[in-house]
């Protein structure tokens, strides 16, 4: 069945980039679907933070937009995140999650991992 | 930017239904998907599309959207049905996002 795993550093000091990555197994990347970041500070709700298609096409949360990059490496199934210029406010349980379009249900999730921002 | 408005907890007896709403500016025109999320775990989709359910989930789910609420029901409510729902859109506007609700905890007395 589709997989989906994130991994990166657990811990990120004020200022600097964050960078996770999200390794898609059970399904390749290339044969369709949108893959997303979606972000949840500790004991609060959801945030999408973007998403991206097999071709590179994006779309990003506008309030992140400056600072988010979303990537794709299909020889290697998986998508990756980079937030710039993170603060204590960018700490949170970061997800990856699949769904099928702009306006699509996300289908299949991460476990997550939890990123800290600090000194 | 669109702004989806749940309430913060909703309590039910087991076997009792509970309606989680969800309140926004003529949502009745989009799709709404819900979550439940679990402490400690990712979230499940359990409604898309307003009213469908994945496999796998029970039919004591479901949805329902109109006007400017959509509306979760969880019939015949179990205990391993408390947990933290959310609901989702697409806000299609000149910068398009997804936006997803406040959340509602749903406690089983």
């Known amino acids: 069945q589709v997989q989906l795993q994130e991994s990166g550093p657990g811990l990120v000091k004020p200022s600097e980039t964050l960078s996770l990555t999200c390794a898609v197994s059970g399904y390749s990347i290339s044969s369709g679907y949108y893959w997303g970041w979606i972000r949840q500070p500790p004991g609060k709700g959801l945030e999408w933070i973007g998403s991206?298609?097999?071709?590179?096409?994006?779309y990003y949360n506008p309030s992140l937009k400056s600072r988010v990059t979303i990537s794709v490496d299909t020889s290697k199934n998986q998508f990756s995140l980079k937030l710039s210029s993170v603060t204590a406010a960018d700490t949170a349980v970061y997800y990856c999650?699949?769904?099928?379009?702009?306006?699509?249900?996300?289908?299949?999730w991460g476990q997550g991992t939890m990123v800290t921002v600090s000194s | 930017s669109y702004v989806l408005t749940q309430p913060p907890s909703v309590s039910v007896a087991p076997g009792q239904t509970a309606r989680i709403t969800c309140g926004g500016n003529?949502?009745?025109?989009?799709?709404v998907h819900w979550y439940q999320q679990k402490p400690g775990q990712a979230p499940v989709l359990v409604v898309y599309d307003d009213s469908d359910r994945p496999s796998g989930i029970p039919e004591r789910f479901s949805g329902s959207n109109s006007g400017n609420t959509a509306t979760l029901t969880i019939s015949r409510v179990e205990a391993g049905d408390e947990a933290d729902y959310y609901c989702q859109v697409w806000d299609s506007s000149s910068d398009p996002s997804y936006v997803f609700g406040t959340g509602t905890k749903v406690t089983v007395l």
């Open positions: 991206i298609y097999h071709s590179g096409s994006t």
């Open positions: 999650a699949r769904h099928l379009g702009p306006g699509e249900a996300f289908d299949i």
């Open positions: 003529n949502i009745g025109s989009k799709s």
